[in-house]
């Protein structure tokens, strides 16, 4: 016997899943959702990791091109302290001053007054594994002179910094220079980041060698 809607078209009959189907299913979403939180984890995790690596090549080359540019300006212009005195024209591994590594004046660009560049005398300083670059608002400084400080690179294992002679025949690197009123030909810069690895670049001295 054959049942039949009210419509008179025969009925069909509907068919449930049954427990077992509904375990097996359940367990296979299961499956599939523990691979996919686990390739999901994954990707989270190399995606931080290449954002902490972008971010210190970032700041890296940030660090390079401003000390690139320093050096490339680098002045002859004689300065005196906060006491009055000459400093010479370039110190490095200020013994007097811990941290610092290189001082220098340099010119550069007035934001204020376009096509006009003003000089600076800079610091660059390693302290508790921070690299920061320093100037001094005023050349001949007196005690109560500002100084403003921008962090350049966090977790610095080490920095060094060597100044390069060179002649006809060799080229000396130098960790102290003694000379008050002469340039060295370059500076080489050696950064160590946390992770062990080194990045070293040499920057010439504009014109140096003429002016020996």
């Not at 189907?21 to 499956?31: H, L, N, P, S, T």
């Amino acid at each position: 016997m054959m049942l039949v809607s009210y419509t008179g078209q025969p009925m069909k009959h509907s068919r449930a899943f049954t427990l077992l189907e509904m375990i097996v299913a359940i367990g296979i979403f299961a499956v599939i959702a523990v691979v996919s939180y686990g390739s999901l984890n994954r990707f989270f995790d190399h995606r931080d990791i290449l954002q902490t690596e972008f971010e210190k090549m970032k700041d890296l080359q940030l660090a390079f091109s401003l000390l690139q540019q320093d050096m490339h300006f680098i002045s002859e212009r004689i300065v005196r302290d906060e006491y009055g005195d000459s400093e010479p024209l370039l110190i490095v591994n200020n013994i007097d001053v811990a941290g610092e590594l290189l001082r220098f004046t340099t010119a550069r660009r007035n934001v204020s007054l376009p096509g006009i560049s003003t000089l600076q005398r800079v610091s660059y300083r390693w302290e508790n594994g921070d690299f920061i670059r320093m100037n001094w608002l005023v050349l001949d400084r007196d005690q109560e002179a500002i100084v403003s400080e921008q962090l350049l690179m966090s977790d610095i294992d080490n920095v060094s910094v060597n100044v390069m002679t060179s002649d006809e025949e060799t080229t000396q690197s130098l960790s102290t220079w003694d000379s008050a009123e002469k340039l060295p030909d370059g500076v080489e810069w050696q950064i160590q980041l946390a992770d062990g690895t080194q990045y070293r670049r040499v920057f010439d001295i504009k014109g140096s060698s003429d002016k020996q």
